[in-house]
C-alpha cells in the first residue's frame, strides 16, 4: 500500500492532468525541475494581485507587507533548515548563483598552492566556478574519485585531504545517478583539518530535510525550483563567521550602509549578498513550497519515493540489455540507464511521443559519463506525485522504444 494518498495529491498539481501528444503527461524529470502545486502558483498570483511592491524602503503598506511576506519566507527556509539565524539564509537566484557567490568571495581568501577539493560526482555548477577561482588565486583543484556503482572514494578522500585543503565541495546527492554522499564524514574530516565545506544541496532538498547545524555545515546550497517553487530563487546558507569573512558578490542598492564617491560601506547580513531588487514573488513562494512539502511531510515523501524506486529498478531490469548507472546502497528515486547500443536521445524521443519526459544526456555531469566512458543516460527521476502505473508505463515504453530502435 502506498504510504500516501497519491490521487489527493495529483490534484493539487494542474499541470499533471494535462496530455503530450494526446496522451497523458507522465512526468519523470523532477530532478531537472519539480512541478509546482497551487499553494505556491497562489503564492504568485496573491502577491501580484494584491500587495506587489518594492522591499526594504517603502514606507507605504503594500511595500511593508511584502517586506513582511518575504522576511516571513526567509525564516520559513532558515526553520526548514534549522540554521541558527535567519540572516545566514541568503536568498539568491539559485543553486548556481549561491555557489558563485561562494566561490568568488573564497578568491579573495586563496593564495597559490591552497588545495580545493572538488568530488567526481558534481554538476557543473559545482565545478566550474571552481576552476575559476583556481585560475585567478593559483590554488589546486583536486577531484575526490568515484567508483563503479557511482559513490565516492572515500579510501582516497581520506588520503587526499591534508592542512593544505582549504575548501572541499560536493553534493548531498548526485544528480546524475541518486547517489547520497556521505556528507557527515566528508565534513568531519574536512574540519579536523580546518577545511571549510560546501554543500549542494540541489537534488537533496527534494527528498532529505538536512538540519544545517546538526551537518555542522560551512554552506549548503539549494534551488527552490526543484522542492516545488518557482525557478529564479534558492538559498545560500553560510555560517555566520564565513558570511561575514567573505566580501559580496555583486554591488548595488540593498547592500550598502553607506554610499559617498569616496567610501561606502556594506549592509550586514543577510543584505550585503542581496543587492538589487530580488525576486520577491519567489521568495515568498519559496516559503509556501516548504509549507506545501512540510504538509505531505519529508518523512512520508522518502519513503514512497523509495517504494517507486525499488520497483522501477526491479521492473527496468527486466528489459534485456538494460544497464543502470548508480546503484549505492542509498539512492535517492532517480533511474539513469541506457540500453546496449541504443542513443538514449533516441529512446528519450520515442518516449517524448508516448507522452513521457525523462531527461536524457550527460545532466550537466559529464565527468561522470566519461568515467563510465558513455555519452550520456536516459535519466528518470520520481516525486511523490508519481504513481506506480506511471512507472508501468515507463517500462512499456521504454520496451517499445528498444523494439522500434533494435
Ligand atoms: N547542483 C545539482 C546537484 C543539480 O542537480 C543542479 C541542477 C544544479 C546544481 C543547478 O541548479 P540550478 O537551479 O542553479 O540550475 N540539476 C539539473 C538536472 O539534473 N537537470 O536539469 C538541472
Not at 121 to 145: D, R, Y
Not at 325 to 345: C, D, Q, R
Request: glycine share 8%; net charge negative.
Amino acid at each position: 500500500m502506498p504510504t500516501l494518498d497519491v490521487a489527493a495529491i495529483r490534484k493539487d498539481f494542474p499541470i499533471l492532468s494535462r496530455k503530450v501528444h494526446g496522451q497523458d503527461l507522465v512526468y519523470l524529470d523532477n530532478a531537472a525541475t519539480s512541478q509546482t502545486p497551487l499553494a505556491v502558483i497562489e503564492a504568485i498570483t496573491h502577491y501580484y494581485s494584491y500587495y506587489n511592491a518594492n522591499i526594504h524602503r517603502g514606507v507605504h503598506s503594500l511595500s511593508q507587507e511584502a517586506t513582511d511576506a518575504y522576511e516571513q519566507a526567509r525564516i520559513k527556509v532558515q526553520k526548514h533548515f534549522n540554521a541558527v539565524h535567519a540572516y545566514e539564509v541568503i536568498l539568491t537566484a539559485g543553486t548556481t548563483h549561491s555557489i558563485n557567490i561562494v566561490a568568488s568571495g573564497f578568491e579573495a581568501l586563496l593564495k597559490a598552492g591552497d588545495e580545493l577539493l572538488v568530488s567526481a560526482l558534481e554538476h557543473h555548477s559545482n565545478i566550474v566556478p571552481w576552476q575559476m577561482a583556481a585560475e585567478k588565486t593559483g590554488a589546486v583543484l583536486k577531484v575526490i574519485p568515484m567508483l563503479i556503482d557511482g559513490t565516492l572514494d572515500m579510501a582516497a578522500f581520506h588520503a587526499m585531504i591534508s592542512p593544505a585543503t582549504k575548501l572541499v565541495f560536493c553534493n548531498h546527492v548526485s544528480n546524475a545517478l541518486g547517489t547520497v554522499n556521505p556528507i557527515q564524514e566528508i565534513i568531519g574530516a574536512a574540519h579536523a583539518v580546518g577545511a571549510a565545506v560546501l554543500i549542494d544541496g540541489a537534488q537533496a532538498a527534494p527528498h532529505i530535510q538536512a538540519d544545517v547545524q546538526a551537518l555542522d555545515v560551512d554552506f549548503y546550497v539549494v534551488s527552490a525550483h526543484k522542492i516545488c517553487g518557482p525557478t529564479g530563487v534558492g538559498m545560500l546558507y553560510g555560517k555566520e563567521k564565513w558570511l561575514e569573512k567573505l566580501p559580496p558578490y555583486q554591488g548595488g542598492g540593498e547592500m550598502i550602509a553607506t554610499v559617498s564617491f569616496e567610501k561606502t560601506t556594506y549592509a550586514g547580513l543577510p543584505h550585503k549578498f542581496e543587492a538589487g531588487t530580488p525576486n520577491i514573488s519567489g521568495g515568498i513562494a519559496f516559503g509556501a513550497a516548504l509549507d506545501y512539502m512540510h504538509s505531505i511531510g519529508f518523512d512520508k515523501i522518502a519513503a514512497y519515493e523509495q517504494e517507486l524506486l525499488v520497483y522501477a529498478t526491479k521492473a527496468l531490469l527486466g528489459i534485456e540489455g538494460l544497464e543502470i548507472y548508480g546503484t549505492a546502497a542509498e539512492k535517492t528515486a532517480v533511474v539513469s540507464f541506457n540500453i546496449k547500443g541504443l542513443h538514449p536521445y533516441d529512446i528519450g524521443s520515442i518516449l517524448d511521443q508516448m507522452g513521457i519526459a525523462v531527461r536524457t544526456g550527460h545532466h550537466c555531469a559529464q565527468p561522470i559519463m566519461d568515467y563510465y566512458s558513455i555519452p550520456g543516460t536516459v535519466r528518470a527521476s520520481f516525486s511523490f506525485y508519481n504513481t506506480f502505473e506511471e512507472i508501468d508505463r515507463l517500462v512499456a515504453g521504454v520496451q517499445k522504444a528498444k523494439d522500434m530502435l533494435c
